[in-house]
């Protein structure tokens, strides 16, 4: 038998070793030598930040008790570090010691592993935040270092006369050191956010570290001659993966981030909790009744599954739009599971009581998935009950596809992903021409009508579903676009006006103008300051001479009693007379109408000079205080300091209640980013779905778009931070559907295990 072909189990024989001879001796005290080196500048790293980490977090603690914690376990861990260190390191120094003595070995290593094994048993302890860290800290090193590990297993089966070194009983693999660490850090009493802290720098600075541990041992034990000519491989597909969520490819070990895997530890964790529910529901009172013949095949569960989806689609077209949809489906996917168990028993003659491990935790996982979405609140009602008919479909992509779960790049993952994030966007409002009901609705049909087993179908949906997006999307950025622009011109021609208004207003004063003159301001003038303003500038010489021109309008109303009164009067009205005509050619007066204005201001200069007025009949003055009256002051330029609501907005600002400036709403509205989609709930209004587009720089307001980028709305930041505290906005979730379920399930299941187990009651 070739030695690589099992190299799990197969040591050569021949290079076995006497565990009591020196050489043994010699080569574990040269491992132990490297190991408490390493280990010790490892642990030391660890401690020597958690000072640093502890502090950071005392400063952005949310009240003065958190601080305390973070304060009181710092000293706690100074006045412990020594004891934790020697203690951590003596436990270590004493498992790799007895490894020249099997029987003590076996016991040390069940005495560590009875503390918490990365599987049921410690998730089962009391403390359940401590053990899923310790859970995820170890699955996720021994994923990453399986190679180096199973090297160094290996050549230490040798070293103890064949007796087999595993993953759990080699006290340099992540389990026995992270379990050392654990009964070391109980000499602790701090916060368990302290600990959780630790175990954090201790995965960091200690296991991180562990390949060059491994790289120096096999180094070492390759010059002594142990195994030099070691080949090994880790075999792809194991039947023990966690939950069915893909094979872990050591081959080439990569990151999450590189590779667009799901974190080893996120997954090791719900492995962990179904296990853990698993082991509840067998040792209590209604535990499983095993099935005497065997457990149904995947083939059977895929078989079960397509007739299933043949009696949904025999059934008629599927409808989707009735109210009690909801609930109804919320129930088929709480019962799906027992639905299934029955078709395969009536597929193969007898009903099973349950199946394998892995396969329930993928049925569970799945259902959990599409409660999820039933409950998810990110998603209009409409399109819940559209993405919630596809559980037998991705049930059955799960067990095709083990890595559907591990993945996320997998088609099928970023189909309902991107299902998800175009229905968060859905209103009956903003989809009138149904487009996008409609296109999910095909999707849907296509996966329940055609998909058997060819996994193909969801990469061929998934491009349709992004060209439809392209589409859409270049669509809607133009008219974005195109409101975005309107709103800031608005704005700008609104901040215009009101600085000439001010300019205008603040020069008057208390002055009680004629009414000629005012009007000439408050209308014509006030035009020519607001174009002035926007085609210029306010800091550009025009604007400045506009101004001058108000200042000398206004003087030249001033009584003229004596002669050098008039005499300066008379020097004036050129000048005035100039800057009116290019005031008024700047703002579109018909030539007759600037003529008929000066004529006016030429008679009341006359008079204000002590010159005969010309004679005019009752018909003129008819004409004289018409168009006094048609320049008098308009709204658009009354001085206002606060923005006025604008007529497109969906409520009156004056509805709503004052929120105090450093309330969670103040906070919550400042946090928004251009691309956060909201829900807005307003009386006797149909929910709005609304995407922020825009914030502007000139008046902080708030501009919201729907799916095809028509304008919904735009608020002051004080009005969206009332709508928040009244209930009447939510931000939506901005990540995928995927990981919020994944994130919501592992919260579910850990509440699960750590409510206490009612008490079995007597038959």
Not at 236 to 247: E, I, K, M
Not at 649 to 658: C, K, V
Not at 677 to 693: C, G, Q, V
């Amino acid at each position: 038998m070739n030695e690589t072909s099992e190299p799990t189990r197969v040591v050569n024989l021949s290079q076995r070793m006497d565990p009591s001879s020196e050489r043994v001796g010699e080569l574990l005290g040269a491992v132990r030598g490297l190991a408490g080196k390493k280990l010790q500048l490892s642990v030391s790293n660890a401690f020597e930040r958690v000072d640093d980490a502890l502090f950071d977090l005392a400063e952005k603690a949310e009240n003065n008790a958190a601080q305390m914690h973070y304060f009181d376990g710092m000293r706690e861990v100074r006045k412990r570090r020594p004891t934790i260190e020697r203690n951590f390191l003596g436990t270590i120094a004493r498992h790799l010691s007895d490894l020249a003595h099997p029987a003590n070995a076996k016991g040390a290593t069940e005495a560590a592993t009875s503390q918490g094994s990365p599987e049921l048993t410690l998730v089962a302890e009391s403390d359940l935040e401590e053990s899923l860290a310790i859970t995820s800290m170890i699955s996720k090193n021994e994923a990453r270092l399986t190679r180096e590990l199973f090297a160094v297993n290996q050549r230490l089966s040798v070293i103890c006369g064949g007796h087999k070194i595993d993953d759990a009983s080699n006290p340099v693999a992540p389990a026995i050191l992270s379990q050392a660490f654990r009964q070391a850090l109980q000499e602790l009493s701090a916060d368990m956010r302290v600990k959780l802290i630790i175990y954090k720098l201790f995965d960091r600075y200690v296991l991180s570290a562990l390949e060059g541990l491994y790289q120096e041992i096999n180094t070492e034990l390759v010059r002594a001659g142990v195994l030099p000519q070691l080949r090994h491989r880790v075999s792809h597909g194991s039947q023990h993966n966690p939950v069915g969520l893909g094979a872990i490819d050591t081959a080439a070990p990569t990151t999450g981030e590189e590779s667009g895997e799901i974190p080893g530890d996120l997954l090791h964790t719900l492995h962990a909790l179904f296990s853990a529910r698993r082991g509840n529901a067998l040792g209590g009172n209604g535990a499983h009744v095993m099935s005497s013949g065997p457990l149904p095949s995947a083939n059977e569960l895929l078989g079960a599954l397509s007739v299933l989806q043949s009696q949904i689609v025999s059934a008629g077209p599927l409808t989707y739009d009735q109210a009690d949809d909801a609930a109804s489906l919320g129930r088929e996917v709480m019962q799906f599971k027992a639905q299934l168990l029955t078709q395969i028993g009536a597929l193969r003659g007898e009903r099973p009581s349950h199946v394998a491990s892995m396969d329930e935790d993928t049925i569970d996982l799945v259902g959990m998935l599409f409660e999820f979405i039933l409950e998810d609140r990110n998603l209009p009602a409409t399109m819940q009950v559209m993405l919630a008919r596809l559980q037998i479909p991705y049930l059955k992509a799960a067990i095709l596809d083990r890595k559907l779960f591990a993945h996320r790049q997998h088609p099928a993952r970023r189909l309902l992903d991107s299902l998800a994030e175009q229905a968060k966007s859905w209103s009956e409002e903003s989809d009138r021409d149904h487009r996008l009901h409609e296109k999910v609705k095909s999707i849907v049909d296509q996966l329940l009508h055609d998909f058997d087993d060819d996994m193909g179908i969801f990469e061929r949906l998934l491009t349709d579903l992004q060209q439809f997006q392209d589409i859409n999307k270049r669509r809607s950025e133009l008219a974005e676009q195109r409101v975005a622009e309107s709103t800031r011109g608005r704005e700008k021609l609104e901040q215009a006006r009101r600085r000439a208004a001010r300019e205008i207003l603040d020069r008057i004063g208390t002055q009680k103008l004629p009414p000629l003159v005012h009007g000439v301001l408050a209308r014509a003038w006030a035009n020519h300051l607001v174009l002035t303003i926007l085609r210029q500038g306010d800091s550009s010489p025009e604007f400045k001479s506009a101004l001058r021109f108000i200042d000398e309008f206004i003087a030249s109303t001033h009584p003229a009693n004596d002669t050098t009164s008039r005499r300066t009067l008379r020097q004036m009205l050129p000048g005035i007379e100039r800057a009116l005509r290019h005031g008024l050619a700047n703002v579109a007066f018909q030539e007759q109408d600037v003529e008929r204005l000066l004529g006016q201001l030429r008679a009341y200069y006359r008079q204000q000079l002590g010159e005969q007025p010309e004679q005019s009949g009752p018909a003129d003055a008819a004409v004289a205080e018409e168009d006094a009256a048609m320049l008098a002051i308009p709204d658009s330029i009354q001085p206002v300091i606060d923005q006025q609501a604008q007529p497109e907005d969906i409520l009156d600002a004056e509805e709503l209640a004052e929120v105090p400036p450093d309330s969670p709403q103040w906070h919550q509205v400042q946090a928004l980013q251009p691309g956060n989609w909201l829900e807005f709930t307003l009386e006797d209004e149909a929910p709005a779905r609304a995407k922020l587009s825009w914030i502007s720089p000139m008046s902080g307001r708030y501009l919201f778009v729907n799916r095809r980028g028509l304008k919904v709305a735009d608020y002051a930041p004080r009005e969206l931070a009332a709508l928040f505290a009244e209930g009447r906005a939510r931000v939506l979730a901005a990540n995928a559907l995927f990981d919020r379920a994944m994130n919501a399930i592992v919260g579910k299941l850990s509440q699960a295990e750590a409510a206490p187990t009612p008490p079995a009651t007597a038959a």
